[in-house]
């Protein structure tokens, strides 16, 4: 595990080496009195960074929060591993996650679907959280941790249970996929973090909300922090519409699937120079599909 400083009391947990996967989770620590975590990862990351921390000089018995952007399994997936080996830490959950962590069930399942069957192979399983270990925010809600104040915003269009965290004291925002996710080929041109049940004007209304905070630093859940990120987050309003207004002519003229990936990559080449269309957005143009599909 590798322990950088990013921000005044901000590090990156980065795991990446070792998990193997090709987006990669990066947890943030956010020290002090109190320390917090944000994105635990998968149960696989998860497990890795708590074995690890004991080497690195960092106490996980002293965190007092856990805070996963959302309960997908390569984001919260191991919180409820962590919240066992960690009895007094709470887990900071949107109501709509809280529910589904208490019972995975529905989140096994769903995970089954885009990771497949063997989905525990890659990122480990995904264990209950007790509700005795649960924050369940509300919309604006300040935590106080370790001498900073970290507001809670809901922003959902990646998903339901989604939010973000700014934190006062480095301004900086903790997007989760709230703002994009950022392809190594193409660092500049962030796309659209899409995957079923996806909602296009949720996802605006998400990035305008963060927009407004004019954040100094940008804390990325797969490829780190990015600083004045002001033109990053126009560049994510900008391609997640403009690949909404694609999608949405070709739903209605009956293109199909393999017909759309070909005007996204169109799109994306004319926009970035020559940038190729990453294979991870093949889930997010059925996301969009569907979208379109049920609206
Ligand atoms: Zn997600």
New binding site residues.
Partial sequence: MKVTEVAENTCILDCSEDVGFSLSEVAYLLTGDSPVLIEPGSTTTASRLLAASKDAGIDFNRLSYIIPT?I?V??GGGAGYLARHLPHVKVVLHPRGAKNMADPARLVAATKLVFGDDFEQRFGPIMPIPERQMHVVQDNEVLRAGGRDLTVLFTPG??SH?ISVYDRLTQGVFP??ALGFIATSMPDFPLP?A?PPFDLPLYIQSIDRLADLAPGVAFYSHCGPRSDPKHLIRAIRRTSIEIGRIVEMAVREGKKEEQIWTLISDYVRMSTNGGELPPEFLLGLSAYVSYFRRT
């Fill in positions: 959302h997908h390569d984001h990646h998903a989604h989760g996929e973090a995957v």
